[in-house]
């Protein structure tokens, strides 16, 4: 289970955008049944079910709810990730989010997953992932978007407790259009780049730093934008 808060936001010109509406409770199941078909190699299948619960009944634009539930199913084939040099997960399968309000279209497309970790030295490695999801948009011209990703990150240990990376990320969200007879069929291309160092201050406890840069490109001119952001953080690896 995930919590979800959000507080609305004063814009530049003295208008305020409606956040609030998005506070929500999320809960997911999912199961994996795989049998080793050869040595460190695995057929699976995987299937998950999640519900998407928000506090508020009502939304800002007049939709009924914004609630909605998902599956997805899927194929996958894998390797050991801990005795190979190349580890791979790769899956396809279907994916499906149905709205409450009848006035917000369901969503649903082809899944696909791709993961894959290739050990250069024993100070460097690549890691490569392809993926699809569905976001919700909380917009009054859209219910959603199917966001298909690509990312590569190459990682140097520098040190014994010091790791730099440099990561390029390329994600396109195309989105469900509630009445197409009178808005445009929205299409966003993101761009992101991004460069870090990573401490490990104790055992699986990290102190982190970056810098990352995104570009977005829209049909919708007021879509678009370029950002800047240098971030600091901890993390712990469970």
Do not use: C, W
């Not at 890691?127 to 590569?152: E, L, P």
């Amino acid at each position: 289970a995930a919590l979800f808060n959000y507080n609305n936001v004063e814009r530049e010109n003295g208008t305020t955008s409606i956040q609030d509406d998005r506070d929500r409770n999320e809960y997911m199941v999912s199961s994996n049944l795989g049998y080793e078909v050869m040595q460190s190699r695995s057929l699976y299948v995987a299937g998950s079910y999640s519900e998407r619960v928000h506090d508020e009944m009502i939304d800002s634009s007049a939709f009924n709810s914004r609630d909605s539930s998902d599956y997805r199913a899927g194929i996958g084939f894998n390797n050991d990730k801990e005795t190979s040099n190349l580890y791979f997960n790769f899956v396809i399968g279907y994916l499906n989010r149905d709205y409450e309000a009848d006035q917000l279209p369901d969503i649903d497309g082809v899944d696909v997953k791709i993961e894959s970790i290739l050990k250069l030295t024993e100070q460097d490695r690549v890691k490569i992932n392809v993926g699809r999801d569905i976001k919700d948009s909380y917009s009054t011209d859209n219910s959603g978007y199917i966001q298909t990703s690509a990312a590569i990150q190459y990682d140097r240990k520098i040190a014994t407790d010091l790791t730099a990376y440099a990561k390029l990320r390329y994600l396109n969200n195309d989105f469900e259009t509630i009445n197409t007879a009178t808005t445009l069929d929205r299409e966003d291309n993101v761009y992101d780049i991004g460069v870090g160092l990573s401490y490990e201050i104790i055992e699986d406890l990290f102190a982190n730093a970056d810098y990352g840069y995104r570009n977005r490109s829209s049909n919708e001119d007021d879509a678009e934008f370029d950002t800047h952001k240098v971030g600091v953080s901890m993390s712990y690896k469970f």
